[in-house]
């Protein structure tokens, strides 16, 4: 399961319909809430992200397939340097079951694996990738205003009040030690801004 199954799993215990306009990436895990043999109904859980800069748009960097986890990109945690991103052509194949921490790859960098069951897997792996790399469709989200002196371009969801607010200034102009503050919800960012005037 993912947090993007929270969405259409609460939608269908509700019973209400999901809107056909849009791809959901989440699916209705009631099965596997309510039934003591349900079954996921995933079978390619894909993880997405921008390889910390690297691909120019959000892309899948890695996927979950039974006890496989397939890494695209790997990076290290929030604050460090970006050199250390790493891009991986096939990807990374770990068996989460016997190894949980992804410590031991199954293949080497940018090679297919050799034990014939570790290489099927990663054949479909491949090929869900391809399918789902397949169906993106990119677009310019534009967040409605909801607050005073908020419009297109100038919300409250960015951190430093002295630049007005303004999302839309280059990175060199942000402090970066910062950056991810940039994002969330005007409720979150209200108490941030309290919390750290109570702080210092």
């Known amino acids: 399961m993912s947090s993007l199954d929270v969405f259409p ?16 990436d ?20 894909f993880f997405y992200g921008t390889c910390q800069g690297k691909s120019p748009q959000y892309s899948v960097t890695a996927v979950r397939h039974g006890k496989y986890k397939a890494h695209w990109c790997t990076a290290p945690g929030i604050g460090q340097t970006l050199d250390l991103t790493r891009q991986y052509d096939p990807p990374l194949l770990f068996d989460i ?5 992804e410590a031991v790859p199954l293949n080497e960098p940018n ?30 989200i534009l967040h409605i205003p ?8 100038k919300y409250g969801v960015c ?6 607010c303004n999302c ?18 005007r409720e ?5 801004h309290k919390a750290l005037r109570e702080h210092l």
């Open 188 to 192: 979150h960012h209200e108490k941030y």
């Open 168 to 185: 839309t200034l280059p990175d060199d102009v942000y402090d970066s030690s910062i950056g991810i503050f940039r994002l969330g919800s």
């Open 146 to 153: 909801d607050g005073p002196g908020e419009s297109p371009g």
């Open 26 to 45: 989440g699916r209705d895990a009631s099965e596997v809430l309510l039934n003591h043999d349900g079954k996921s109904k995933h079978d390619f859980l």
């Open 159 to 164: 951190c430093d009040r002295s630049l007005g």
């Open 111 to 140: 090679q297919q694996p050799k034990r014939p069951e570790d290489i099927d897997a990663m054949d479909r792996i491949l090929k869900a990738y391809a399918m789902e790399v397949a169906t993106f469709e990119y677009g310019q």
């Open 97 to 101: 079951e016997s190894d949980p921490s």
């Open 9 to 24: 799993t609460l939608a269908k215990l509700a019973g209400a319909e999901l809107p056909n306009d849009r791809v959901f």
